[in-house]
């Protein structure tokens, strides 16, 4: 059986307008190269990044924080309630083969770190750009549009 690809998407659950449109392109390109999109499955990026893959047919997975499936948003093709409350961010960060890192408050911090931390590629739009303790910067590879980011999840994927 062939798998597919799966990319996390993360940012905020409140986001700008410019974080929305971000976030439903990538997802709108993940799903244009057969990617599945995996995200915290709530509101603002997560919403859109799953609004723009699912106009664009793929498929979306979210990893809740409770446990009823009514607090997903609407654009999922599968949620998944976990009752982990923000420990589901290790799951979110951990599960696809790279990262795409959209805007973020503390939340999607804690996502790129459990991230870097688990060796995978994380690609940032207007999101944080962290020094580690040496003061050296972390290695986030931060771009300027949404189909930067696709292109280099998908050259570092495929």
Known sequence: ?????????????ECSEWESQAAESVGRLLAA?????ICGGRGGVMEAVCR??????GVTIGI?????LDE???FLTIAIPTGLGEGRNVIVARAGKAVIAI???????SEIAFALKSGKQ???????????TDGNRTPIQIVETPEEAVKLVLEGTL
Request: hydrophobic share 35%; net charge positive; proline share 6%.
């Open 64 to 68: 809740l924080p409770g446990l009823t």
């Open 33 to 37: 190269n057969d990617i599945t999109v």
């Open 103 to 109: 805007g973020g408050r503390f939340g999607t911090l």
């Open 1 to 13: 059986m062939t798998r597919k690809t799966i990319i996390s998407v993360i940012g905020p659950s």
């Open 122 to 132: 994380v690609v940032g739009l207007r999101t944080w750009d962290p020094l580690d």
């Open 72 to 74: 997903g948003n609407r």
């Open 52 to 57: 723009g893959a699912q106009e664009a047919g």
